[in-house]
């Protein structure tokens, strides 16, 4: 008997702890894990219609007329298209969405779990953000670059260097 009551013992503090850790974790983690987990969704969503709606749309008749206009956007020839090889690109396309959206719900897995290395990661993330943003501001397109130079520097110096977050990552 007495092993059974020290089990069930362990067993309490244990989900305390865990109930404790959870309690621990900053409100602006929560969102911006949540905020991962819709992009990954929506990732996913878009890379499927990309690479199964891609090769439907190339193949059908309907869709002769855009090979005109997509090689018109790309600048080639015409002749260097075929549906066959708009169909393997928008594939393609598409499964690599879908493989970023899902380092993307990782990486919100990671931050949900307050894991250092999801931490480490969305920082750098957010350091290329910051860079992209600059580059989109000297391009000309000023408000989107300002808004996410913003977020991205904020969020970067929000996970690097609040106490609050220092101290739920361990």
Not at 54 to 80: C, D, E, K
Not at 133 to 146: D, K, M, P, Q, T
Request: with cysteine.
């Amino acid at each position: 008997m007495p092993v059974k009551k020290r089990a069930k013992k362990v067993g309490k503090v244990i989900g305390r702890n865990k109930l404790s850790s959870a309690k621990a974790r900053p409100i602006g983690v929560h969102i911006i894990s949540l905020v991962f987990y819709a992009s990954a969704v929506l990732g996913i969503l878009l890379g499927l219609i990309l690479a199964i709606g891609g090769p439907v749309f190339f193949n059908s008749a309907s869709g002769s007329g855009s090979i005109a206009y997509i090689s018109a956007q790309l600048g080639v020839s015409q002749s260097m298209l075929s549906s066959s090889s708009l169909s393997v690109l928008f594939i393609s396309l598409g499964l690599a969405i879908i493989l970023m959206s899902v380092i993307e719900l990782l990486v919100g897995w990671g931050l949900w779990r307050c894991k250092q290395w999801a931490r480490i990661v969305t920082i750098v993330l957010m350091i290329f953000g910051v860079v992209n943003s600059i580059g989109e501001i000297a391009h000309g397109r000023l408000f989107g670059g300002v808004i996410d130079l913003i977020i991205s520097a904020g969020i970067a110096i929000y996970l690097s260097f609040s106490r609050e977050v220092q101290n739920s990552f361990g």
